[in-house]
């Protein structure tokens, strides 16, 4: 990663990272997958979503969000959408270009209680830099393809950033407990 950026000023949560046998991360890869970690358990902050280009994608079955207004808004809404969010298992597969990992985590949905268990594998892309390019979020190591799905997740990546402040400024963001 050519910034100067450390995991103590990004505040990164996940720092016990697993990962397969014989697989090793660097430094810069540790930073990258332990911010993710934390995006997927709803653990948003302006700084750790500074590793992603401005032009990134995040996409998993529901969402196709390309740019940072977009790609922000999914990960904020996670506070809103859900009451627990429970990391169960995650293990990083390989440590190329994209970096896969395994992950299962455990939902709550706020104001229903039910709870949703999604097992993943995630890719997480990089550019030339080091920064996030793009994450996929295969759910059982799937994306769903087809016209009307498609129009779906894009459909809803123009909606949740409607419904969902993401904070202006890192002192907006320290006030949703971030």
């Known amino acids: 990663m050519s910034t100067s950026t450390s995991t103590s000023n990004l505040n990164i949560e996940t720092k016990d990272i697993q990962t397969a046998p014989g697989v090793s991360l660097t430094d810069s890869q540790r930073t990258v997958v ?3 970690l934390d995006l997927f358990a709803g653990r948003p902050t302006l700084p750790k979503l500074a590793l992603w280009r401005d032009d990134a994608t995040f996409v998993d079955p529901l969402t196709i969000a390309t740019g940072r207004d977009k790609y922000a808004a999914q990960w904020y809404g996670l506070q809103q959408a859900f009451s627990e ?3 169960l298992h995650h293990s990083v597969k390989d440590a190329g270009n994209p970096i896969l990992l395994d992950l299962k985590t455990r939902y709550v949905i706020k104001g229903i209680g039910k709870e949703q268990t999604i097992q993943s594998l995630v890719a997480i892309h990089l550019d030339g830099e080091g920064k996030i390019q793009k994450v996929e979020d ?10 009307i799905t498609n129009a779906f997740r894009k459909l809803n990546s123009v909606t949740v950033p409607k419904l969902v402040s993401v904070p202006k400024d890192e002192a907006e963001d320290a006030k949703k407990g971030n």
């Open 34 to 36: 332990g911010s993710i």
């Open 138 to 147: 295969k759910w059982d190591g799937e994306l769903p393809e087809g016209a």
């Open 85 to 87: 969010i429970e990391r």
